[in-house]
């Protein structure tokens, strides 16, 4: 069974044969997986009124466990936005009462962002529905499949 990268990779072997053009199999299916993938979780993130870049976070406030703060560049550090995409996160999440920013008690000059009552309970019923989103997107692997895919997209970086 031929996909779209297969017929790219056609036409580029009649139009260019002397290019190894290998690569774009594994880096356009990556590509259009993640597309896919990003729509299917945006899906499930917008019944809880989140999009991805909220729901990371939320949760990474919540995983790192009561009292569920964090410092900005922690908090960076740990979710899947970048630093200069924080503040503007948190603008959001704070106007809806998700988190709220106050004064270091360690650090004066720093910020220590804490995950509302509010906050956790919704990040609290989004994560299921979440991971369930997971699970049905990864169906057609088998477990083996899955540990590989893991291991093997580690070793790219991801």
Same mark, same amino acid.
């Given at each position: ?27 356009g ?5 993640s ?10 993130f917008?019944?809880?009124?989140? !999009? $991805? %870049?909220g729901? #990371?976070?939320? =949760? +990474?406030?919540? *995983?790192?466990?009561? &009292? ?39 650090d ?15 990040? !609290? $019923? %989004?994560l299921p #529905?979440?991971? =369930? +989103?997971?699970? *049905?997107?990864?169906? &057609? ?11 093997l ?6």
């Amino acid at each position: 069974m031929s996909d779209h990268v297969d017929n790219v990779l056609a036409q580029w072997a009649a139009e260019r044969p002397d290019l190894d053009v290998s690569p774009m199999a594994v880096l356009g299916r990556l590509s259009r997986a993640s597309r896919r993938l990003d729509s299917e979780l945006a899906q499930t993130f917008a019944t809880h009124n989140l !999009d $991805a %870049a909220g729901f #990371d976070v939320l =949760a +990474t406030l919540r *995983r790192a466990g009561a &009292p569920y703060a964090l410092s900005p560049k922690d908090l960076a550090a740990g979710a899947m936005v970048t630093s200069a995409a924080v503040a503007q996160r948190l603008n959001k999440l704070e106007a809806r009462g998700l988190v709220e920013r106050s004064r270091n008690d360690d650090d004066g000059r720093s910020t220590r962002v804490t995950l509302t009552e509010t906050g956790r309970q919704l990040v !609290d $019923a %989004a994560l299921p #529905d979440h991971v =369930a +989103t997971e699970h *049905r997107l990864l169906e &057609p692997l088998t477990g083996v499949e899955r540990q590989t895919l893991a291991k093997l997209l580690a070793k790219l970086g991801g």
